[in-house]
């Protein structure tokens, strides 16, 4: 194990228990099936404005880092919410009225069927309920309205009212709890508990590792979608992927594993300083707790506990981790935001462009390059996980709303 800290911004570890040579390993990793990942497509995609987000090559900012090519997974543009979550979220809504509804009918009712009223009543007497930092709430919360079941979102005091406006004006309930995101996930467990309601969590430990899994499952298909969207290039060599729980990043991870086998991309997650559970637990070789406040800007990625279904996947198939500043998510987003040697602008927020913000740091250190074999020639995948999720923050950070900014790139700069 190689553990550096390289410079005062950012600190960056190596994975020992990663599997480099073996092929995706089905039977550790049944979180992540071709079933599952043929269910939640067929779902998924037939929601109404369904699209595959773009996938952005981003050439100024590659000729900066002195890396072959960047593309960028831009996630802003899913469902109209701004962020990768409606396929997890919103598919393990989906999932919850699926089983309820096959427990009393033996029929397994598609999401085509549910959007055109079958089952209106029983679906309405549905509840579901998750702990969120803001984003996976929100889908869970249009995932519901979409379907037509109730819901009772959980958020911790940090999450801004901007993103709490977000989520009621999907006609949610939500409840403000003390503490931090993993606060918010136990009250939403255990309020479901005493009220015999649906808990929707991103996380296995959330209470439920049926939805879990769904969430996880429906994540999927955005790695899905690189995967064909690359089919006329060289596979990537790299992915540097942000975590909160590690549910993203595992899903990436494990279905990129299935797509490119022994050819896959060495893979980096990325978490703030504050909040680094996936950087502890490679370090310890064991899944380690991170106690505190964990607050950061990347309010998406600032949990304590790593998500149980993503371990397994993480511990064999992440390469290294690193942890970064604040400072490094806001620089990255301005710069997005301008759009560098002459590439597109793009509307980041704060924990979507983690990922980018890893890289940025990492491709300036030759320790960093040496140890993550960035190179020349690297081919680099990152997920550009939410645009502008809170208005306010991005135009406080950029200097200019999302729209202004989505304006000009669709000016052509
Ligand atoms: C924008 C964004 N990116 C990444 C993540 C991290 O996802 P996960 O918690 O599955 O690691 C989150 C989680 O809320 C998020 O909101």
Redesign the pocket.
Known sequence: MVNYKLNRDFFVISNSDVSESAPYPETVLEGLTDSGLAMARSEITSWPDYRATPLVSLDGLARQLDVNTISYKD?GWRFGLQ???PL?GAYAVLRVIQRELHASSGQLFSSTEILAGSNKERVLGVTVCAG?????GRSVAWGSRMFGCRCVIYINQAVSSGRESAIASYGAEVRRVPGSFDDAVRAAKETAREEGWHVVP??ASGGSITSSAD??QG?ALLAEEIVEQLSNAEPPTHLFI??????????VCGQLWQAYGLARPFTVIVEPHSAGCWYESFKAGKEVVVEGELDSL????A?GEI?PH?WPILRKGAHGAMTIPDEAAAQTMKRLSMGVDGDQPIVG????V?GLAGLILASQSSEARSLLKLEKNSRIVV?G??GD?DPETYTKITGRSGKEVRQQAIEGN
């Open positions: 996630e962020s990768f979550k997890g969120t930092d803001g984003n996976h991103d996380t969430v996880m994540y942000q975590a909160g729980v590690g549910g993203l990043a595992a899903a990347m309010a998406g990625l949990c998500s993503a927020g704060e924990s979507g983690a997920v996980s939410e999720t």
